[in-house]
């Protein structure tokens, strides 16, 4: 499954910035795909994901500052993350697993088997 991360940078707090995951048309059409955050020492952190369906999930510390989105035309999925804040810095994770229904999968680590390399988000207060 390829799964490919885009968009990371550093940024100020209140900033904004847009995180892409290339992927491929199967990949797109099947799997259920999420975005999750991990800093050194702690465990892996579902921010949100997203069903074949298009309905999302959202961890409560994002609701209402982050969105995720799906693009067909380029088989993509995207994280917008605006009013970013210092304790938003992470290595962001694109993930995937196949989707048994159209609702989004939870944001538990242990339900995504493909991840992809990472890219990282930095904020500075």
């Known amino acids: 499954v390829q799964l490919e991360e885009s968009g990371g940078g550093s940024v100020q707090a209140g900033g904004s910035l847009k995180l892409s995951c290339a992927t491929s048309r199967y990949v797109y059409n099947r799997y259920s795909m999420a975005w999750f955050r991990q800093v050194p020492g702690k465990e892996r952190e579902g921010v949100a994901s997203i069903g074949t369906d298009g309905t999302a999930l959202y961890a409560e510390s994002v609701k209402g500052r982050f969105t995720i989105s799906k693009d067909g035309a380029r088989n993509s999925l995207y994280l917008q993350m605006d009013n970013l804040q210092p304790e938003d810095s992470a290595m962001y994770y694109c993930?995937?697993?196949?989707?048994?229904?159209?609702?989004?999968?939870?944001?538990?680590?242990?339900?995504?088997?493909?991840w992809g390399q990472g890219t990282q988000v930095t904020v500075s207060s």
């Open positions: 993930a995937a697993t196949w989707a048994l229904d159209g609702a989004p999968s939870g944001l538990s680590s242990r339900e995504y088997a493909d």
